[in-house]
């Protein structure tokens, strides 16, 4: 009888590890597990129809719409050093040197973000105050730091309790209510989408929750931190309108990592790809594609795992008497199962917490409280002789203070170049529903799996988030082209004109999510050869997805130990 190639390895392999999910995260687990454990077998189980995830571009009459990502944060070592691991170095591109302001609309009028902003704290306060964007009294709070006096380095002036701090709590006690309102609301917003007032400071933004407990006062310590050698106007605070933010808390954990070079001073900290940002997940899964170790299956979705595969002993390798350790069997909801010695779970906080709760029911309601931000894009291809503005920056952010349901306008050809053709400009309107709206753990059916999705059914419009769901393509359509009316006075017919909706876009961490985390990952730490990765519990941004995933690798060593010699 003949056998191909892989289906004798098959036989022979003794260990494989499952990877649950494809999107950056799982890819990237099976990338470094590849690299960690050239002996295991890898397969990876994406219930969609394709890999990638949240990580979406579709190239269109010449235009480069990126649905979700639009840049990769260098500053975070992660990506880029698996850049260079993959030899898409060359490929990354910079943003325009005119693409980097960020704007903030007030009173229906965009006004520059000030180029002190760090960390989305200004540190100039003439030019907060000359920037308008805060009031001359509201620009004075800033600098006035909290209610009641500092004591010193360690302490936490005017915080009430030593437990988590919502966004909103955390910048109005510091800064004020109104640089929550027109400053840090927009710009955390932009990142995470959410409500700040559910959101965690420490799980988001630990970093400054960090610096407040280190230094007494944050505004002092940033000057300190960023004095002189400050990144360019803008860089370390940018959201949806310029780019996503570095995520503090996942920061201070990150290792640095040999070979990847320190950003030299002033230097841009974004990238991108000509091809926008599924370059990175297409060169992943070209790699894994390549790699007869691995093994990548689309349309099959993860119903649940459980212990119980055969067992597998050190000695004797796969199907070995019951003296060994049980395998994980991982169970297809289209039938049929993987057996591994170890799982890596990349997948969103909703599923997973379905996925997992046969073997510990208590982490399901642990992971469930990771809940989404819901959000529409669109895309419009506008004639550039219809703009009579300058559009000189990356875009701007709309205040929940000033109403409506526009969040953010990144205007994509200015920030990126090669996103349009010649005479036309790509610019992206993000909308999102009324704060509070934001999908909770939703019902078990695969569509809602799958971050994104096409336009919805019809339904009722009972509540705000309904109303905003019940949008038609051509409703949002109309409101993103009224924005570009109103703000950009843009009056032009689009050449293209694409909705996408995020269903279940950026996962956002509430109020105890580090201590559900620690308790999580206590838990895990009883299921040998089960870890955890990606922005379901370790940040969004997609740094700290590689991040995680390395690191999940790195904790699946003693569940591996001994195996995988018997090939
Ligand atoms: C609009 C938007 C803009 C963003 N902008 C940026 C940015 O500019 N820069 C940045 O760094 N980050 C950005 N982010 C965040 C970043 O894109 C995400 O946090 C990151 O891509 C998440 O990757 P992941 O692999 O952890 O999860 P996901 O991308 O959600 O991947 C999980 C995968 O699991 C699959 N899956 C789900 N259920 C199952 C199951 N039962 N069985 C098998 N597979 C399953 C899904 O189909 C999916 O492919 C943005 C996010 C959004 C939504």
């Not at 920037?131 to 006035?144: D, I, N, W, Y």
């Not at 988001?204 to 960023?226: C, D, M, S």
């Not at 933010?245 to 991108?272: I, M, N, T, Y």
């Not at 119903?303 to 169970?331: H, K, N, Y």
Request: with cysteine.
């Amino acid at each position: 009888m003949t056998r191909s190639k892989r289906g004798e390895r098959a036989e022979r392999v003794a260990t494989r590890i499952a990877v649950l999910g494809g999107g950056v995260s799982g890819l990237a687990a099976a990338f470094y597990a590849r690299r960690e454990y050239p002996e295991a077998e890898v397969v990876v189980l994406e219930a969609s129809e394709r890999f990638g995830g949240t990580v979406r571009t579709v190239a269109k009459d010449g235009f480069v719409l990126d649905l979700g990502p639009d840049a990769l944060l260098t500053r975070k070592p992660a990506g880029l050093e698996l850049c260079r691991i993959l030899g898409l170095e060359h490929r990354l591109i910079a943003r325009n040197p005119e693409g980097r302001a960020v704007y903030v609309r007030r009173n229906g009028e965009l006004r520059r973000l000030p180029a002190s902003m760090r960390m989305f704290v200004p540190l100039d306060e003439s030019e907060l105050r000359a920037s308008g964007v805060l009031s001359a009294p509201g620009a004075a709070r800033v600098f006035r730091g909290p209610l009641t006096a500092a004591t010193g380095p360690g302490s936490v002036p005017g915080r009430r309790a030593a437990d988590d701090e919502s966004i909103e709590a955390f910048f109005s006690r510091r800064f004020g209510a109104e640089m929550y309102r027109y400053l840090a609301e927009p710009l955390t917003a932009g990142i995470l989408g959410g409500d700040g007032s559910r959101l965690s400071m420490a799980a988001n933004f630990g970093e400054l929750v960090r610096l407040e407990r280190e230094h007494g006062q944050i505004i002092p310590a940033l000057r300190e931190r960023f004095g002189g050698s400050a990144p360019p106007a803008g860089a370390a605070a940018e959201s949806k309108a310029g780019s996503i933010a570095e995520q503090p808390a996942a920061a201070a954990a990150e290792k640095p990592l040999r070979g990847a070079a320190e950003q030299p001073a002033g230097a841009d900290v974004f990238r991108s790809f000509p091809g926008g940002m599924c370059e990175l997940t297409g060169a992943l899964e070209e790699a894994l594609r390549e790699d007869e170790g691995c093994r990548l299956e689309l349309n099959s979705r993860v119903a649940g795992i459980a212990r119980g595969g055969r067992t597998v002993s050190p000695d004797s390798g796969l199907g070995a008497p019951a003296a060994g350790r049980s395998r994980w069997r991982v169970e297809r909801a289209g039938g049929g199962s993987v057996e591994a010695d170890a799982v890596i779970c990349a997948l969103p906080a909703y599923a997973a917490s379905r996925v997992i709760s046969s073997i510990d029911p208590e982490l399901a309601p642990l992971l469930a409280e990771t809940v989404y931000s819901r959000a529409a894009a669109v895309f419009l291809a506008i004639p550039t002789e219809a703009v009579a503005m300058d559009l000189s920056g990356s875009g701007y952010l709309v205040p929940r203070a000033e109403g409506g349901i526009v969040t953010a306008c990144t205007w994509s050809s200015r920030k990126w170049p090669g996103r349009a053709p010649q005479g036309y400009e790509l610019l992206r309107v993000f909308m999102a529903p009324p704060v509070g709206a934001d999908r909770d753990a939703p019902a078990d059916s695969p569509a809602v799996d799958i971050p994104g999705r096409g336009e919805p059914a019809a339904r009722d419009a009972s509540t705000p988030a309904d109303a905003f769901e019940a949008l038609t393509d051509g409703e949002l359509i109309e409101r993103a082209l009224g924005e570009l009316r109103e703000t950009l006075g843009i009056r032009a017919e689009p050449r293209l004109a694409e909705v996408w909706r995020w269903d279940c876009g950026v996962a956002n961490y509430t109020l105890g999510h580090l201590e559900r985390r620690a308790e999580i990952e206590r838990r895990l730490q009883q299921q040998s050869g089960l870890v955890a990765a990606g922005s379901a519990l370790y940040g969004v941004g997609i740094p700290d997805c590689i991040r995680s995933a390395r690191e999940a690798v790195d904790r699946l060593g003693t569940a591996l130990a001994g195996l995988g010699t018997a090939i």
